[in-house]
């Protein structure tokens, strides 16, 4: 589980890769790096590769992170399709089957995915992680409210990078280094993996990020983008959001 993880890099600096233009900055150097999506591409090793997104499994860079034998960790919905997580065919199989996964996808069921329980433990080093659905009561409560029991969630609604950097703060970083996390995808062609123009960002998942941002460094963690922009400055359109938040 997840929380096995909780402050075992305290103190520490950590890098978030995305998959956008500025992911070219990163050189490594950092205590651990967290890979996101189309990042697990790049020609560095990493130690966690992270991916939440029901189009996932259909992605060319889904497996890449067997390559640098990077730990998993999926949201727990795509348990049913990994390999590497769930390595028996037959459990796969089985998870498939269930109900939840027979139904057409939709907004109204998108919550049971949130808290489907795979019925096989992730093979060891590989986790799963859950999601805890966006509301406006996170614009006041502390981000790490959600982090609490035994089995901790992470918002999403702020792209997988902002996931990421929920994580590495549950983790206990010091600093939390973001390379390729560009957020101005808006047509959808300018990442290294665009998703056949699906992996477009949207205007509000810049504003979570804002958001997120701010509260991440309310707890005392410094954030540092590395973008087209400038290393250590926010993307322009994370940077205005956040001066409206």
């Not at 269930?98 to 996808?105: E, I, M, S, V, W």
């Amino acid at each position: 589980m997840v929380s096995t993880l909780k402050n075992c890099f305290a103190q520490s600096k950590l890098a978030i890769l995305g998959s956008g233009p500025s992911l070219s900055f990163f050189r490594g150097g950092y205590d651990c790096t967290i890979a996101v999506n189309g990042a697990a591409l790049i020609d560095f090793n990493y130690d966690y590769f992270m991916c939440g997104d029901f189009q996932s499994p259909q992605m060319p860079w889904f497996l890449a992170s067997q390559r640098v034998n990077a730990t998993r960790l999926i949201a727990n919905f795509l348990a049913p399709f990994d390999p590497i997580v769930v390595p028996e065919k037959s459990d796969r199989d089985t998870m498939r089957n269930l109900p939840l996964f027979k139904k057409k996808f939709s907004v109204w069921t998108r919550f049971s995915y949130f808290n489907f329980r795979p019925i096989e433990r992730a093979y060891a080093p590989h986790r799963y992680f859950y999601y805890h659905p966006w509301s406006d009561t996170f614009l006041v409560r502390p981000v790490t409210s959600a982090f609490r029991g035994e089995t901790p969630r992470f918002y999403c609604g702020a792209t997988i990078a902002g996931v990421a950097m929920q994580l590495a703060s549950y983790m206990g970083a010091a600093e939390i280094h973001m390379y390729g996390v560009d957020m101005n995808n808006f047509d959808g062609k300018t990442y290294h993996d665009p998703a056949k123009n699906q992996g477009r960002i949207k205007r509000v998942q810049v504003r979570k990020l804002a958001w997120l941002t701010n509260k991440i460094q309310e707890t005392g963690t410094k954030v540092v983008f590395h973008t087209a922009s400038g290393h250590g400055l926010m993307p322009p359109e994370v940077q205005k959001q956040t001066a409206l938040a």
